[in-house]
């Protein structure tokens, strides 16, 4: 029992340490890899918003100028 858990530990720390190796090497891949798809993420829904304001504008545009030839009317 005591082989195994010897056989179990090295097998725990040598796959911890080659994923660490792995990651400490690719960081700035890594890293650029997720800052482009964060951007490209908040670029989308920059762009959505930016939209629902053009809309809200034109909405906006429109009942003042119902407002305006109301008032005109009168």
């Known amino acids: 029992m ?9 097998g725990v720390i ?5 994923m660490g190796a792995i990651a400490f090497f690719m960081r700035e891949s890594l890293s650029k890899f997720l800052t482009k798809t964060i951007e490209l993420r908040f670029d ?11 809309d809200n ?3 906006l545009a429109e009942i003042s100028d ?9």
């Open 2 to 10: 005591s082989a195994e858990f010897w056989k179990w530990l090295f």
């Open 66 to 74: 119902r407002i305006l030839v109301r008032m005109l009317a009168f």
């Open 57 to 59: 504008e034109a909405e």
């Open 14 to 18: 040598a796959s911890s340490g080659l």
């Open 44 to 54: 989308k829904k920059i762009e959505k918003f930016k939209a629902e304001m053009r």
